[in-house]
């Protein structure tokens, strides 16, 4: 029994870091005797990465695999792709993180006035491009349900998903074929601790792959910054906000996307971790952070109640007054080192149970 895994993106070894949530799930599977391949819709030739064998879709071969495993899909690649191929697999496992199954006007924050996204007409077209797409996936997901199996990285996602695609009913033709299992850490935040001892170079690190996202409030971040003058900030991430909005004194901008033993050394050289954010659906890179055992600001929203009011590392942003008094939150933080590494995340307790699932299609 083989497994084929579709991504938009994936790894490469060239350095790239697109979708590293899959690979880090694939070589898991891996480990614990899933034989799989993964088509990257984005790839321009197939090749190899930790001993996992990339195709592009012109390498897909029929009768050589049995359980597909989607990742984010979108009509574009996945909805043409299986439409043309599903029955060529006896099981399909549908992933969702996000954007796939939202209304993105509505459940996602007005961009940033710089992008073309604010602009009326490209959020008209969205719109129209919204129920489309939500009125497609709804239909095929019901056609496809007795052979599929639907997993939600978060409660949050979930709940949106019986909203938009099932109409508000908690379950799904054909029986309750779902569950939620959130994104696993990366191996070096599983297995490493933060060094709250060793000296610090920053007072506040945020890190993310899109600083041009208003979801991940870069612009928070600064009004932090500027309201605490006395502080030190290291953002790193890639995009054009710094282009159209001025760099803060007190803030050092690292352009670039980093590997996770990079990202390692930076946070072991920061107090705290700032992680505000309007909207997501996990947030992994704060979860990582959380794990390392290190202090970790974020947001008073739903979904990061539902992630860290157990985590004693992790305080919410809840008021100008805490903005204001940062230093004095993290300084309160940092009297009760060492805490202990959340496990949540950890690949036992998250894609183990993916793994589960899929040997029980694989045997049944």
Known sequence: MRVLVLTNGYPDPSGGKSRMFVHVRNT????????????????????????????????????????????????????????????????????????????????????????????WLFRLSREVYDHIKISIWSKYYKELANKSHFIFVSNWIFEKFKENIMGNKTGLPGGDRYTVINNSVGTPFQNGKYDFLSPKKYDCITIRSNLDGSKYSIDTVCLIAESNPDMSFLVIGRGNYFKYNKLPDNMMLIEDILGHEEILSYLNQSRCALMPTRQDTQGVMACEMATLGMPMIT??????????????????????????????????????????????????NTIRKEVELIKQEMTA
């Open 28 to 119: 898991y599977y891996v480990s614990h005797g899933i034989s799989l391949d993964v088509l990257n819709f984005s790839a321009k030739h197939p090749y190899e990465i930790d001993g996992i064998q990339v195709i592009t879709e012109n390498e897909y071969k029929q009768g050589e695999y049995d359980i597909a495993v989607c990742h984010s899909c979108n009509l574009r690649h996945h909805y043409r792709f299986m439409k043309k191929h599903e029955k060529e697999f006896r099981h399909i496992f549908f992933f969702f993180h996000g954007f796939e199954i939202l209304y993105m006007n509505h459940s996602y924050p007005k961009p940033y006035p710089y992008l073309k996204e604010s602009k």
């Open 299 to 348: 947001s008073d929203i739903a979904v990061c109640h539902e992630f860290f009011d157990n985590i004693p590392n992790v305080r919410f942003l809840k008021d100008e007054q805490e903005i204001c008094g940062l230093n004095g939150l993290i300084k309160e933080m940092e009297e009760h080192f060492p805490y202990d590494k959340p496990e949540e995340w950890f690949a036992e």
